[in-house]
């Protein structure tokens, strides 16, 4: 079946404009999460979704970071004001639940703001 | 973040096995280790966790010692194709986890024909 997908693949943006990531996860997945890696960097959590709610949101950055989960699916995640320092590959993955060590990662969004 | 120490890098002969160890001296009762690899450019990619026993799927084998305090992670017969980062790491089975995977820097396995 189809796996983890992420649009848009490549966003280039100016500092200070808003972007949206989308990442629509496998059927069925209940829990979602949000990560980025930036370049030679390791894995940062961002936020973890149980269906639409989000009971750990302890890795966004800052208050410019948002993120939804609708229908228990799709999920989007919204960074305001970009900076450059939020450059960065942003990953979704997603799994049957918190309880599962198998997840599923999309491609990824690279995110490069100017 | 990661709680477990491994090499930073390791060399292995394509068709050879590839043995990558992992310390987790810390690893309390309820908590699983896990493995997951990265190719270049890709998303992690899951590979195969374990509480105490030994594991085996159609990727790898987990080998953890009796005092659960290391294990090892065997590709036995690498290919190129398995040159990556591979991240491992411990995680507890309890209701208050989030399953948010933290990785350390890894160890780089360079597969060479």
Redesign the interface.
Request: proline fraction near 5%; aromatic fraction near 24%.
């Given at each position: 079946g189809a796996g983890v997908s992420q649009s848009p693949s490549n966003k280039v943006t100016e500092k200070g404009k808003d972007v949206e990531l989308r990442c629509d996860p496998i059927s069925g997945h209940t829990a979602l999460y949000w990560y980025r890696q930036s370049l030679g960097q390791g894995l940062e959590f961002l936020i973890y979704f149980q269906g639409n709610s989000a009971p750990d949101k302890s890795g966004l950055p800052s208050d410019r970071f948002s993120a939804e989960r609708t229908g228990g699916s799709v999920s989007t995640l919204t960074i305001q004001r970009t900076q450059q320092e939020d450059s960065a590959v942003y990953l979704c993955a997603s799994s049957l639940g918190a309880r599962y060590y198998e997840q599923y990662f999309g491609p990824g969004t690279r995110l490069t703001v100017t | 973040d990661a709680k477990t120490t491994q090499p930073t890098s390791m060399d292995c002969a394509e068709g050879r096995a590839a043995n990558l160890p992992c310390n987790h001296s810390t690893i309390s009762g309820n908590e699983?280790v896990?493995w997951y690899r990265q190719i270049h450019s890709?998303?992690?990619?899951?590979i195969i966790?374990g509480l105490k026993n030994n594991e085996t799927n159609e990727m790898a084998s987990l080998i953890i010692t009796e005092d659960r305090k290391s294990s090892t992670l065997i590709l036995p017969h690498a290919t190129l194709r398995d040159t990556a980062v591979y991240?491992c790491n411990t995680?507890g089975?309890g209701s208050g986890?989030?399953?948010?995977?933290?990785?350390?820097?890894?160890t780089t396995l360079q597969v060479k024909p």
């Open positions: - | 699983y896990y890709q998303g992690p990619q899951y966790h991240y995680m089975s986890n989030t399953g948010k995977l933290i990785f350390g820097q890894g």
